[in-house]
């Protein structure tokens, strides 16, 4: 059965529930944005907010799968520097193309098209900071790189360069990333600082480490029951109840990570006993172009509803699905042009920088 419900992406097995789970946010992601763009030009949306208003927890969502994964495709490499720049570089392979490609364009269309994002300017600052993933102040004061869903990108890189590190130290990497993050993230309470400290210290970084925690149950080759599952949706759904903060940089981890910690885990829990769909896996797989992507076929795409309704006579739920909907041929297309080579390129060159680097053997 389960031979059936995953394959194995080099020797690393892929689950569909993670699949149809990235899916499922990069699209709230994409309806969050969009309902806000299609309600700036003046449609008028009725149902379609009651789904975007959860979109924005598919970063959170994001934020465990990529804990979980990390520990899976780490696994079974011992301690050392040399596990720890194979994995660096593989992630770095995986993450920086695509990113750089848009960022530049991104920058082009600024010099050519100035008007094109509204007020978004160019600071020279501010566009080698988005290359290194670096945290910056973009035009509106705001702590995001020149594409703006990049500043996730930024955690992202945070998280592998600990991770890395931690595998150099100890074999008890897990701990010691888990430990290191919880302290940065004290501090966050303790102390205030600049824009790299502020960024830095942000407690959604434990969301990592809630899912490295489901990855290191699944890496030892057990699985977390329904029942389980089931209790921990149950037990953080409460919780939210009860105390229901208000959603800040300081508690989002608990108003957003938690939730997506138990979406996660449920997910898991039904691996082998859904018929998952194709068409979301195949969304999962495009779901980083579909997640980058966005930023550029949201604004245009609503822009050209924009010319043929100017007296705004379609629905603002449907001109919401068409902007979702195109959004999504645009990250498919993506993916199979821009990311897909991309990253092919990148293993080739990454198994050649290590077969010259092998010694040679007589």
């Known amino acids: ?66 804990g979980f994964v990390m520990v899976l495709v780490t696994h079974d490499k011992p301690p050392g520097v040399a596990s720890a720049k194979a994995f660096i570089v593989a992630r770095i392979a995986r993450v920086v193309p695509l990113y750089w490609a848009l960022t530049s364009l ?75 993050l919880a302290v940065m993230s004290a501090l966050h309470f303790v102390h205030t600082g600049g824009v790299a400290f502020s960024f830095y210290t942000n407690p959604i970084v434990m969301e990592f480490v809630f899912g490295t925690l489901v990855g290191w149950v699944y890496a030892t080759g057990r699985a977390v029951p329904i029942a389980v599952a089931a209790a921990i949706v149950v037990s953080i759904l409460a919780a939210g109840k009860v105390f229901a903060p208000a959603l800040s940089d300081m508690n989002r981890f608990l108003v957003f990570g938690l939730p997506a910690f138990a979406v996660v885990v449920a997910g898991l829990s039904l691996e082998n006993k859904l018929r998952w769909n194709a068409w979301l896996e195949l969304v999962g797989d495009s779901s980083y172009s579909l997640y980058l992507t966005h930023v550029f076929s949201v604004p245009v795409c609503v822009k050209l509803l924009q010319i043929f309704d100017r007296q705004h006579r379609m629905p603002g739920d449907l001109v919401c699905v068409v902007v979702v909907l195109a959004s999504v041929a645009v990250g498919l ?23 010259t680097a092998e010694p040679v053997r007589n």
């Open 106 to 180: 991104f920058i082009v269309l600024l010099l050519v098209v100035p008007g094109a994002f509204g007020n978004a300017s160019l600071n020279v600052g501010h566009a080698v900071a988005s290359y290194l993933f670096f945290p910056w102040l973009n035009w509106i004061h705001v702590t995001a790189p020149v594409v703006g869903v990049g500043w996730t990108l930024n955690y992202e890189m945070w998280f592998y360069g600990v991770f890395a590190v931690s595998m150099c130290l100890t074999r008890y990497r897990l701990l010691a990333v888990a430990a290191f």
């Open 333 to 355: 297309a993506s993916y199979q042009w821009l990311e897909g080579p991309m990253n092919r390129m990148g293993k080739r060159l990454i198994r050649r920088a290590r077969a």
């Open 1 to 66: 059965m389960a031979d059936r419900i995953a394959n194995r992406v080099g020797g690393i097995r892929q689950f569909r529930s993670i699949q149809t789970l990235r899916a499922l946010a990069a699209l709230g992601v994409v309806a969050f944005h969009a309902e806000g763009n299609v309600a700036t030009y003046g449609w008028a949306t009725h149902f379609f907010h009651q789904i975007s208003r959860f979109g924005e927890i598919g970063v959170d969502v994001f934020f465990v799968i990529s």
